[in-house]
């Protein structure tokens, strides 16, 4: 599913980059790479998020959002 | 700062100085900045933005008998073509050859920050990695085993804490041991691609090999793998050099085609996927973290700071702030520095005999660059909390906070940091847009910013604003920054609808954690960008005053339509006659002040005439016409044209042609009142939104034609924003007039 989805607090992995080659590239060199985990921090009304990706921080917008597949881990924390 | 040798044999050593050039490559927030403060302290020299093409910091440093030369790389996350500071990194490398590579590594990020570091190493670039942040690192539970690391990637590695100074001799210590060869870690090291790809690297080496007349500072490798990643600057490259261009090409398109087959997924994520294996197994090997799960206290600062319903209210909140100190914490110094200049115009004034250099010292240089100088401290206070707001890391969270807003005009949040910057000035602010991916993005972020009103542009507000507004002054300035912010949305939005149509690329950025900014380092940065504004004052400023006022007071000899001395004389005598007469002291006062008030007013209305003869007065009044409809005279005219060059300069022009010829005892009173005798509170306002908008200065104009690339879009910059300026300060003028006030 993608990672517009996930709740705040929730956790999950990345299964799978979508889009244009060049736009999962870079994605890839911000650290967005399979199997790295994802928190969503925080959410703002136009559902921009602030997620933490293994030890950084990352704002992304939702269109970048539905790019980015992940998987929910079980155990999830609730907030 | 380090090193510095005894006084008497400095001389003799610098002759001998080895001299080694050293290149700082690094993630942004890596911490690379601090790194180049504390290498080359204050002997550092800043890209003048204005018009010279110097793109890097470079800074020196003395250590032992060696003289280290220091260029500050971008930041970069790669060094592909994907961005313009990637290759801009990349061709610093690849041609001018440092002899090392400092590679700024975020220790607690090191999984993100080492992919820069595969790059150096397929690059063959011979490296030392300073591993940065360490004692954060630490803090947050991380350990990193630096002789493991080291050893597998082929490069020493030294911990250091940038902004305490910790390691930076050792890291100074190791750059030498590697330019003398001394280092025994350091070796060629190979990213392994995996089977496939690997075969069909040797393929294209193959290929390439067959003709390596051309091969210069590429190592065949790296070629072949650029050219697989389809890295457009590499093609493009290898068309313009080698002879067997098209065979290699070829050979390309087979292995992709091939590799893209069997591994099901497109070669560049191929390789970049390799390339985060090769970290990954670094990792399992050295790289421990504990507590990894911990909400951190800058996630908690966040909560509040981006927060869905505070976020808007306290960005605006400190941006009010920053607007406000900067007009009432500023206008303290700004007297002290008033009254200076009034002394030495004084000063020289006295020593000067009257004539010819007197005028062009008291009336040109210091009016001149006297009326710039004083705004120095508005200028320092707003470049200091840019600064702030870029090493707290409180930039990037105005980006997000923005973002949705700026949607609305078809950009995302990252364009917004150019805009904040833009208040400060256009020219590094432009630069600033090199962050964008997207190439319609930049071209919009860039012809609007110079709506963003910069710091030169304070002065003439804070001039004209005071003199006619009073106490509302400060309000109607932030109405014009205000306005400027508007023009600039609906601008973007007009060129997005037409001349860029599309969607506004997603967005994506680091929010690197807060961080308690170094005072020192602070005021580095304000200093370096508010030094340009001196440097301005000693060259453009002080040049352009000199030629005001060379063609406001010359030619000397005018034909006056009246004989003004004859005047002057038959109200002496008319006086002196009437004088003749009285006894009373009191009376004799009375009646000599009139005297003297009448002969003023025709002395004046001589000096009107003269200047308006001159060579000011006729150009001004050549482009006059233009300039009616919106309430101005000539001398703002004139005002106008010569702002281009710099917009303080329209201040300093106000200077010369408003003051010349006042007698010495009204000048205490400033410019001011001058201003106040040749315009009204309407025409004072249309020409603020005048100079907000028209032109970009030459500065400006310099860099946008070397970021925009390309002299069409410069030009229409230049003339949408004259088209726009007339535009708004006609609705001003004219409207103001209709609805009764004086124009």
Redesign the interface.
Known sequence: MPLTLLGIGEKAKIVKLTGHSNLRQYLTELGFLLGNSVEILQQTFGNNLIIKLENTRMALDRTMALHIHIDMIEGGRQC | MLTETTSEKKSNVEQKRKIIKIGLCGNPNSGKTCIFNALTGSRQHVGNWAGVTVEQKEGKVNFGEYEIRVVDLPGT??L?A?SIEEVVARDFIIKEKPDVIVNIIDS??L??NL?LTTQLIELGAKTVIALNMHDEAEH?G?SIDKKKLGQLLGMPIIPTVGNRGHGIRELLGEVVAIYEKKEPLVRDQQINYGHEVEEELQKIQTEINKDRGLLDGFSTRWLSVKLLERDDEIVKEIRSTFPNQDAILKQVEKSQTHIEIRLND?T??IM??NR?GFIKGLLQEVYR?RN?DRRTI??RI??VM???FL?VPILFGLLWVMFQATFTVGSYPMEWIDGLVGMISSFFTNIIPEGLVRDLVVDGVISGVGGVLVYLPNILILFFFISLFEDTGYM??A???M??VM?TIGL??KSFIPMIMGFGCNAPAIMATRTL?NKTDRMITILINPLISCSARLPVYVLLAGAFFEEKAGNVIFGIYVTGIVLAILVGQLFRKTIFKGEAS????????YRLPLLKSVLIHMWEKGSIFLEKIGGIILAASIVIWFISAFPRNVEYSKNYSERVASIETQYDSRMATLNNPEEIEIITAEKTSQIDTIQAQQENERISKSYAGRIGKFIEPVLRPLGFDWKAGIALITGIAAKEIVVSTFGVLYQTGVEENEKSDGLREAVKRNMTPLTSLAFMFFTLIYIPCLGTMGIMYRELGSARWTLFAVVYGISLAWIVAFIVYQGGLILGFKG
Do not use: Q
């Open positions: 996350y790669s592909t994907y607690t990020n999984e993100r992919y947050k991380i497109e560049e994520i970049a996927d985060y973290h990894a800058s996630d966040d909560k981006t927060n869905r976020g990037a969270r980006a997000f906070i973002d949705r949607h995302h949040g991916e997603p967005f994506v950025m680091e929010l690197p954690p």
